[in-house]
């Protein structure tokens, strides 16, 4: 696998501090990429990382969940649901673009809006599904390849998105540039300045390395739409009982770890395969299932009751950004 060592993705100073190296424990694909933070703004980021080519082997299929079926409704979280009702119903002839658009549920609830809409992704996967249950054009690629006309959109929407970018504040500015005057764009991330990750650090379920190539904090996200030109910033940490769930993925997955570790057991998914057929009877086999149900009650309920306090000091997992042209 071929890495690249990169500058501040923000400021572009090469001066960084190494905060600690991760690994993939999502999708358990081999490497360990480090995390560092610019001593000079504060960004913090995964150097070194994958190449644009080599970065295509940790987006399988699997990565994306597949859309709900029938007329069920799509789950939406709730600072994509605050975004949402932020845009609210559009007037004739808006439109918006989503920018990673995954299989398309945003689409369609911006559809049913009254927005006209449209969608980016790079994987084709995620595309065909999106096309199929939004029922709308979406272009396969990145977005600068998709040459969308200046001034063409109301609103552009980046729903976990901007992290995954190699370089988010040249991506604002190309956004910025399709927003007609008064636009606004919506960005949705992790929180890197959470409490559980701080407290979690290469083992916090969002990292997601090495797929996440940028760990914004509310400051970082801001100074990054202002380098990119947007005006009228809110940036801000929205309250979510999801932490609970982010820290309950979190701890199993530091277990299964442990547990791989101390057998001697490396798992590596074949292709296609999805990872929970790959550690089929090599995680706790021998646990009732009613046990482990319980477990992880208490993880997302008992646990985790100490460290809702990052929703009451504005330090919770989830940032939401908007601004406008």
């Known amino acids: 696998m071929q890495l690249e060592r990169v500058n501040c993705l923000l400021c572009r100073a090469d001066d960084p501090r190494s905060l600690f190296e991760a690994q993939d424990i999502n999708l358990l694909r081999p490497g360990t990429f480090g995390v560092v933070q610019c001593r000079r703004c504060g960004l913090v980021y995964t150097n070194p990382r994958p190449t644009r080519d080599a970065m295509s082997a940790f987006y399988p299929d699997e990565y994306w969940a597949g859309p709900p079926l029938g007329d069920a409704q799509p789950y939406l979280d709730r600072a994509t649901r605050i975004a949402l009702e932020q845009l609210g119903q559009a007037q004739p002839g808006q439109t918006v673009l989503d920018v990673g658009c995954g299989v398309g549920t945003v689409l369609r609830v911006l559809s049913r809006q009254g927005w006209g809409v449209c969608g980016v992704d790079v994987s084709q996967h995620a595309c065909e599904l999106a096309r199929e249950f939004a029922g709308t054009d979406v272009f396969c690629g990145t977005l600068e390849d998709a040459n969308f006309a200046e001034e063409n959109f109301d609103a552009v929407t980046l729903f976990d998105v901007a992290e995954h970018l190699p370089d988010p504040v040249a991506t604002l500015r190309h956004i910025r540039r399709l927003l007609r005057p008064g636009g606004r764009v919506f960005i949705k991330v992790p929180n890197m300045a959470a409490l559980q990750a701080r407290l979690l650090r290469r083992w916090w379920y969002w990292l997601d ?19 990119a030109g947007f005006e009228d910033l809110q940036c801000r940490a929205i309250p979510t009982w999801a932490g609970g769930q982010v820290l309950e993925t979190s701890v199993l997955y530091w277990l299964r770890s442990v547990r791989l570790r101390r057998k001697g057991i490396e798992v590596l998914p074949a292709e296609g395969q999805p990872v929970g057929e790959s550690l089929e009877g090599h995680v706790y086999p021998g646990v009732p299932s009613l046990a482990k149900r319980a477990f992880r009650w208490g993880l997302r309920n008992v646990l985790y009751a100490p460290l809702a306090v990052e929703n009451l000091l504005g330090r919770s997992a989830v940032l939401l950004a908007v601004a406008k042209r």
């Not at 970082?220 to 380098?227: D, E, G, I, K, S």
């Open 209 to 227: 390395v090495p797929r996440h190539l940028v760990h914004f904090s509310p400051r970082t996200l801001a100074r990054a739409l202002q380098a």
